[in-house]
């Protein structure tokens, strides 16, 4: 069961793949306009569906919910009475001391990630059928979903780093191929490459974290490195004459991969862009899947983090700043797409502070909550872009709650979810991981907790501000788009409505065996936290204000947005011009953007056109091929001026020949 669970993707995607390949593009010209592949000429370049996208969609659907039903009967087995298990597949690398074997290892960390990565994918598969369909080329879509989603099952079944590392490469190249899908798009390629290099610098980091651990413990195997962790307390690596604590070092640099892939402050700036990939893909990679990454890596080396306090302080840090940083961009933007991604940063950034104070299980139980009602939101902003023909600028829509109104009910259940309203899946998950952080009776800690809490402020306001926006008010689309408006079909609204009953149900069912009382039998040996850290039991005994105030802000932060998007609709823009400076730094994402062209990318296209103008083309091809070239052609030309045709030139040169040779046997014969 656990190899199907695994495997099943890379074999639809290696079905949909050869259709997509064999099958060529029905259309010559991949046009799209925006996000959704409406093309103006009309989609597809013959009638009626193709049954090779038939037979692509059915394989890659079918599989995924195989999947997914069989990841439910795991997680329960194993979460249950079944223990984990770890199922051997061969020896991948034995090279002296690495010896690499791939195997699955299914344990509860294992079992709730396929459930969220198997589930979201399923819903999202059958999403695209319908949100795809006006698209000439379904087969490689689907095919690229289905390699995105092995990839992050070889990532969460990894037993060990290097298959980790495998899986974490192989999410990083489907994403690419994902963001990149309408590739004759300049925006979407500039945005794949901008993902793809951006995880590159996290993946460098985290490379040398799995060098570092290797060199320590011998081994890359994980139950190999748990056990050893305690015997590197204390222990230093030598750097360049300076000693540095070994375990703080490992765990900083694996950091730094996590910080990449899930878009942690400072490496952040890839996730607004890949908005330019279809909602979709927006909903597979922001909402279960690639970016939840560095939190379950994290999560999965627990044993090692507790041994180096310092790098969890750090993570501490990083995660509440992000959380607040994200949530400030996210309340100035008007793409609804973008933000519902600035949305999915700052949550990471919870999840990530959670880890940060030793509360695994709840990191691991925002991750799990998070996922149903994210992709829920972004598959909900598809609906709403699929009705407004294209449209995603919040400024262009509005009064069309009566249209849509399954879409508008569901993503009402996903913002509340998403601010932590009484009874749905957030409020249980971000409440644990605030009571957590203050729990924590530290600087950072308290730190963290007081960030939180002004990031719950905003994320309600910028939720209700988004619906009040694409919902609410006079019509600001044209008459043409609003004739248009139409609820979407069932195979799109369907899996919204089952990620629904997640957002709603997923906190409640699942608080007491994540974060409650059941939490050491449910996590079982999967999750380790020293004694002394143990911040969850903490959690469960602060002072009674603590729970309630993420409550009270959030619901501040919904009467705001009612106020300022319903009562006074010409308030927001007073204020904008009033505080401009504040605005225009919050609208252009603090800048981060500038300051890495300034820093980075500028200098790196000065010293390469340097290079490539002096150095090479001045240098090496001047002095190589080009001189060489450039000298044959002056001698040739300097010889050739010798023919000149004239007969008493040739004899006078035969002249002088015949005496320099008589010469030189006089001298030397």
Known sequence: MEVLVVFLPLLAFLVAGSIALFAGSPDAHHGHGHDHGHDSHGGHGHHGPDWRDRAAQFVTCGALLVCAVLSWILFFQVTGHGGPRTV?????????????????????????????????????????????????????????????????????????????????????????????????????????????????????????????????????????????????????????????????????????????????????????????????????????????????????????????????????????????????????????????????????????????????GAAMFHLFTHAFFKALLFLGAGSVIHAMSDEQDM????????????????????????????????????????????????????????LGIAAAFLTAFYSWRLLFMAFHGKPRANERVMAHVHESPLIMTVPLAVLAVGAVFAGMLFNHSFVGEGREHFWGAAIKVLHENDTLEAAHHVPGWVPMLPLIVGLVGIALAYVLYIMMPGLPGRIANAAKGAHQFLYNKWYFDELYDTLFVKPARWLGYGLWKAGDGAVIDGVGPDGIAAATQDVAARASRLQSGYVYHYAFAMVIGVVALVVWLSMFG
């Not at 289905?146 to 037993?159: K, N, Q, R």
């Not at 999965?300 to 507790?306: C, I």
Request: hydrophobic residues 55%.
């Open 395 to 450: 400024r262009n829509m509005g009064g069309i709650w009566r249209l849509i109104p399954v879409t508008y009910a569901l993503m009402w259940i996903g913002s509340l979810a998403l601010a932590g309203i009484p009874v749905f899946a957030g409020f249980y998950s971000k409440d644990i991981v605030l009571e957590a952080a203050f729990a924590d009776h530290s600087a950072h800690g308290t730190f963290v907790f007081w």
């Open 88 to 360: 051997q597949l061969f020896t991948w690398m034995d090279s002296g001391a690495l010896e690499v074997s791939w195997a699955l290892r299914v344990d509860q960390l294992t079992a709730v990630m396929l459930v969220v990565v198997n589930t979201v994918s399923a819903m999202v598969h059958v999403y695209s059928v319908g949100y795809m369909s006006h698209d000439p080329n379904k087969p490689r879509f689907m095919a690229y979903l289905s390699l995105f989603t092995f990839c992050m099952l070889m990532l969460v079944t990894a037993d060990n780093l290097v298959q980790l590392f495998f899986g974490w490469e192989g999410v990083g190249l489907a994403s690419y191929l994902l963001i990149n899908f309408w590739y004759d798009k300049p925006s979407a390629n500039n945005a794949a490459m901008k993902a793809f290099i951006v995880n590159r610098v996290g993946d460098f980091g985290f490379v040398l974290g799995i060098f570092a651990l290797f060199v320590l413990v011998g081994s890359v195997e994980f139950d190999t490195i748990f056990a050893k962790a305690p015997e590197l307390v204390g222990q230093k690596i030598t750097f360049l004459s300076w000693q540095f604590d070994a375990l703080t070092c490992a765990c900083l640099l694996l950091f730094i991969g996590a910080m990449g892939k899930s878009a942690q402050l400072g490496l952040h700036t890839w996730l607004p862009d890949a908005m330019e990939g279809p909602t979709p893909v927006s909903a597979l990679i922001h909402a279960a899947t690639m970016v939840t990454a560095g939190v379950f890596m994290i999560c999965r080396l627990s044993p090692v983090f507790e041994y180096a306090p310092d790098a969890l302080a750090v993570v501490t840090i990083v995660g509440g700043l992000t959380a607040i940083v994200a949530a400030t961009i996210g309340f100035t933007q008007f793409d609804i797409k973008r933000v519902i991604a600035y949305s999915t940063m700052s949550q990471l950034g919870y999840m990530f502070f959670a880890a940060g104070v030793s509360a695994y």
